[in-house]
């Protein structure tokens, strides 16, 4: 905080004695007083720093194309913490208010995003569905010391030249997925031959290198490997090749969308494959869009049911009268992850920074735990569930 002080200036008089001659006598001049006066602090006091009448927090998500039943979901996950946290008396007697912004996937997007966010003093932005999202801007985040809170995890956001500390992971990383598909399939299912179908961006790639690389050191094979268009309709071709391939198993590393196109055309070309999907396929609301493609599908998850999750998806169902989609109960703790850290660290981006670590030890939110053990990622533990007649249950290998 800037202190202002006022100068003080002395103002100094010059006296003149004269002195009166008269005959020959010349009287003794009166004692002057030589004392310095005390001085007088005239320094004006540093003002206290007066809370604002709202706390703004960003959420930047995909809310056009492709994945924007993604960011709707998000969005009104947001709209309810904000509600909730309001109602509990918001920061410190301050309401928040979240500012939502379209970053459509992309760096374009996501650079717009962030210049709202900036021109409006938000010192936290959340969200951050997709890893080419966060990739493409994060360095800007650090260089105008605005937190982010990402759900993107590619591994290149997480070595040494990647983000810096103001970027935090709600996640994990994507070697992890990756890791843990390929540790399931070879131990679990017993399969050492795989095909692998993966949406062509930072995400799919990331997630699809982790699985070769630890399914190939287990001694597993891939047969195939098909990268496909984000935005892509017609996958007609990919199937065609697939089934060629003939692998009993294959891993589905596609955003729901776009992967239940997928998943229809699979069917109607008659392919008959195990698909092993990523955690976009343990979303009842992303399988409700081709049941019957999707029929079969197994999934890794985080959302181990849990009473704070159980109180989520009935608050939210009550409210939105929907299911929340993927990723929804994440922006939720996002949300009352950046009001706790502003309450403790400030309400600016270093502030922000400095306690979400601290914050995140001990909360337990509707996405599970978020104790980052290095500071600024999280580490989950992956369940496995099969989408079988229009419930996802356990899945029994």
């Not at 056009?64 to 996950?77: H, N, Q």
């Not at 918001?90 to 309401?95: K, S, Y």
């Not at 999707?294 to 939105?320: M, Y």
């Not at 922006?331 to 979400?356: C, F, L, S, W």
């Amino acid at each position: 905080m800037k202190r202002f002080h006022r100068p003080a200036f002395a103002l100094g008089f010059l006296i003149v004695l004269g002195f009166v001659i008269s005959g020959c006598a010349t009287p003794a001049p009166e004692a002057v007083d030589t004392a310095v006066p005390e001085a007088v602090d005239t320094a004006v006091p540093e003002a206290e720093e007066v809370a604002p009448e709202l706390y703004k927090i960003g959420l930047s998500f995909p809310l056009t194309g492709d994945l924007a039943v993604y960011g709707d979901s998000a969005s009104k996950a947001a709209l309810l913490a904000q509600e909730q946290i309001n109602a509990a008396g918001g920061i410190n007697g301050v309401p928040i208010e979240v500012v939502i912004e379209d970053d459509r996937c992309d760096g374009e997007g996501s650079l717009t995003s962030l210049n709202k966010m900036s021109s409006e003093g938000i010192p936290v932005v959340t969200g951050f569905f997709c890893s080419s999202a966060v990739l493409s801007v994060c360095d800007r985040y650090q260089e105008q010391e605005i937190v982010q809170y990402v759900i993107g995890s590619n591994p290149k956001i997480w070595v040494e030249d990647g983000c810096g500390p103001y970027t935090f992971g709600y996640f994990g990383n994507d070697n992890d997925q990756g890791s843990e598909q390929a540790r399931m399939v070879l131990e679990q299912m017993g399969v050492t031959e795989v095909g692998m179908v993966y949406t062509n961006n930072d995400y799919g790639i990331g997630v699809k290198d982790a699985f070769i690389e630890a399914f190939e050191a287990g001694g597993g094979t891939v047969l195939i490997e098909l990268g496909v268009q984000q935005d892509g309709t017609d996958f007609r071709t990919e199937v065609a090749r697939l089934k060629d391939a003939g692998p009993a198993v294959t891993l589905f590393e596609m955003y729901g969308p776009t992967g239940v196109i997928f998943l229809k055309q699979a069917a109607e070309l008659g392919l008959e494959t195990q698909f092993i999907g990523d955690n976009n396929w343990a979303s009842l609301e992303t399988l409700a869009l081709e049941p019957t493609g999707a029929q079969g599908i197994i999934a890794p998850t985080t959302d181990v049911n849990t009473p704070e999750l159980e109180a989520f998806v009935a608050s939210f169902r009550e409210r939105w009268g929907s299911e929340p989609a993927f990723g929804s109960n994440l922006v939720y703790d996002q949300i009352h992850v950046a009001a706790m850290a502003i309450e403790q660290g400030g309400y600016t981006g270093q502030g922000v920074r400095d306690a979400t670590a601290l914050v995140t030890e001990d909360f337990v939110g509707a996405s599970g735990p978020k104790y980052m053990p290095d500071g600024r990622n999280v580490v989950y533990n992956f369940a496995w569930v099969q989408y079988l007649n229009g419930e996802l249950v356990p899945y029994e290998p």
